[in-house]
Antibody
Framework: EVQLLESGGGLVQPGRSLRLSCAAS????????LSWVRQAPGRGLEWVSA????????YYADSVKGRFTISRDNSKNTLFLQMNSLRAEDTAVYYC??????????????WGQGTLVTVSS | EIVLTQSPGTLSLSPGERATLSCRAS???????LAWYQQKPGQAPRLLIY???RRATGIPERFSGSGSGTDFALTISGLEPEDFALYYC?????????FGQGTKVEIK
């Protein structure tokens, strides 16, 4: 059974940084792309970032490009999202998702339960 | 960036009725790479349909997807009580994936 467990969320001041983690199990980790999707309170889904199975290719939404960095540690089956220069509009539940394919360009076929990030002074 | 517009915003139907949800793209979706997700309150989204019309593992046959180019639809043929939820479309034909704003299917 595929399991994705996010951690690292919390309350952070504007302009500060936060690092999210996602521990994965139940599939061959380095064979699949992974993504982050967020959902602001009471709002819809917003795709944030994705990367390929090797981690060599990454993709970002314009809203986070230059501030967020996605990465993975295939030896520890873990996905990361380094979030810098946080803004109030980054407040959301952040979901870790497993992609259907290796290249990081497909849909998400499994989702974690999410971790809440609140950016506020 | 491809903008997806879902309609209607809310669909009020009774159990047993047929639901048709629309998703329109601002430009053609490459290879019809369009997915549908269901989300219930307090839960993570769940994949229903991918590649426009392929059902994900474990998804009942009453869920079907159709369309091509810029116009796509999700049909639920006979609403069950557990189908009342939020539904999102997503395109992944571009390296910048985007979601629609969602359609809420509520009990009439």
């Amino acid at each position: 059974e595929v399991q994705l467990l996010e951690s690292g969320g919390g309350l952070v001041q504007p302009g500060r940084s936060l690092r999210l983690s996602c521990a994965a199990s139940g599939f061959t980790f380095n064979n699949y792309g992974l993504s982050w999707v967020r959902q602001a309170p009471g709002r819809g889904l917003e795709w944030v970032s994705a990367l390929s199975g090797s981690g060599a290719t990454t993709y970002y939404a314009d809203s986070v490009k230059g501030r967020f960095t996605i990465s993975r540690d295939n030896s520890k089956n873990t996905l990361f999202l380094q979030m810098n220069s946080l803004r109030a509009e980054d407040t959301a539940v952040y979901y870790c998702t497993k992609d259907y394919h290796w290249n990081g360009l497909y849909h998400s076929d499994h989702w974690g339960q999410g971790t809440l990030v609140t950016v506020s002074s | 960036e491809i903008v997806l517009t879902q309609s209607p915003g809310t669909l009020s139907l009774s159990p047993g009725e047929r639901a048709t949800l629309s998703c329109r793209a601002s430009q053609s979706v490459t290879s019809n790479y369009l997915a549908w997700y269901q989300q219930k309150p307090g839960q993570a989204p769940r994949l229903l349909i991918y590649d426009t019309s392929r059902r994900a593992t474990g998804i009942p046959e009453r869920f079907s997807g159709s369309g091509s180019g810029t116009d796509f639809a999700l049909t639920i043929s006979g609403l069950e009580p557990e189908d009342f939820a939020l539904y999102y479309c997503q395109q992944y034909g571009s390296s910048l994936r985007t979601f629609g704003q969602g359609t809420k299917v509520e009990i009439k």
